[in-house]
């Protein structure tokens, strides 16, 4: 019998970032457990080819009910689970959305990752607590690139939450001296990544217009710029956080910016179709602000953690429109 088995837990392992996680802790030899609500089990599919392994699933994957609103679940589970690792990746993460449903974006993005940290604080042995931030608590930043140390200037209730759970991250590493990491993590895609994210909504119209399902695709202002990277890339980051001797925040960028319509020109080459002929333009689709000049300084990370992006934006894009591709062609 092998001596301190790591034992990871997940919220939020039934999205995008949860699901290439689990994979790469699965690799890794870890027992993985995570949290779901009892709404997600009709959104489970990301993770449903681990669910189906019977090597895998109820012996080393183990998921269980729980809400991020309920404290007393919570408390229970880690109590059960006894995780060396917490991986909180769970919350509304989409930035246009939260200014629809700004007061639970703010609960379940701000308070959840609180109770969390007050739950890790009590319990008897230490977790190594990973938290997950967002380039949109620098919002409308001051400097371009961004690094750790940029001030927060968030311009969405989306990024004012993720401010604040990561400045209660840090609190927590100073004040009780906990093993707090935030991964300050720009935009990375993936064909998981939900439908109403612009880069999927881009892949999904190239494949089924290619495909002749769709003949035009509306988009909001195309020339909003991200720095976009492979989510597969980012969860590797992750992971090296908990590994490391000291707790620390770190960005997680790729450096470099690209337009939505480069996003979209790079998704029809794909096909081989002028995209100009397809895309039409819908103000009612732009946010009510844009934040300016995102991109990340990753030099920390680099350096402390030798992490560094493993793909290209061709290739993420070539790989989201394929997997549209594959999708459409497999229920022909």
Known sequence: MKESKKVALITGITGQDGSYLSELLLEKDYTVHGIVRRTSNLLRSRIEHLRRDEEIYGRRLFLHY?????STTLRRILGDVCPTELYHLAGQSHVGLSFEIPE???????MATLRLLEIVRAHPSPVKFYHASSAEIFGDASASPQTENTPLRPTSPYGC?????TQLARVYRQSYGLFVCNGILYNHESPRRGENFVTRKIARGAARIARDRDYDLVLG???S???????????QAMWLMLQHET???YVVATG???????????AFAVVDLPWEKYVKHDPSFDRPTEPVRLVGCAEKIRKTLGWGPAGSFAQLVREMVEAELAAIDSHE
């Open 247 to 249: 707790a620390d925040d």
């Open 225 to 235: 710029r991200r720095d976009w990277g492979r989510a597969q890339d980012y969860v």
């Open 66 to 70: 729980g809400d991020l609103s309920d």
């Open 256 to 266: 470099e910016t690209h337009s939505v319509r480069e996003f979209v020109e790079a």
């Open 104 to 110: 639970s974006t703010c609960e379940e993005t701000g």
């Open 161 to 165: 939450a993720k401010a604040f759970a």
């Open 221 to 223: 202002n195309l020339e």
